[in-house]
């Protein structure tokens, strides 16, 4: 059981995007803007694809950020544009896998990664059962 002061409180942005899809940005530019922030963690999550590298702390003084990477993943297509999951922990692109959500959820789990909707207040979506 963990002692009552272990606990820490901590600022995530789990969903941003970088150049590399349809955001304006670099890895290193959000880390800067999250640093201003006081923001503790990063996850930046472009649509379908996992950019290797820019993982690691950000430093300003005494400032620091944890820049993490995922990937929001979607059926490019599919008509109108739903469904995106975002992804974090797999270690590598599973954008091929965006066809099937079952596929997709499998190869998550394979991976070792963790799985969420991204926009969960999105119009109703056939593809789970939604009316």
């Known amino acids: 059981m963990l002692a009552s002061n272990s606990m820490q409180e901590l600022t995530i942005n789990l969903h941003m995007h970088t150049r590399f ?18 923001i503790d963690v990063v996850i930046v999550t472009d649509h379908n694809v996992w950019v290797n590298g820019p993982e690691k702390h950000y430093k300003d003084g005494d400032k620091r950020v ?25 270690g590598r692109e599973l954008s091929t ?33 939604e009316p």
Request: charge should be negative; charged fraction near 20%; proline fraction near 7%.
């Open 66 to 90: 944890l820049l993490l990477v995922g990937e929001e993943i979607h059926d490019q297509t599919r008509e109108p544009q739903k469904n995106h999951m975002l992804v974090f922990g797999a």
């Open 97 to 129: 896998l965006a066809y099937d959500p079952n596929r997709l959820i499998d190869g998550v789990r394979q991976a070792g990664g963790l799985a969420f909707i991204a926009h969960p207040v999105d119009p109703p979506s056939k593809t789970f059962g």
């Open 21 to 38: 899809s349809d955001g304006h940005v670099t890895h290193d530019e959000i880390a800067q803007a999250a640093l201003a922030a006081g």
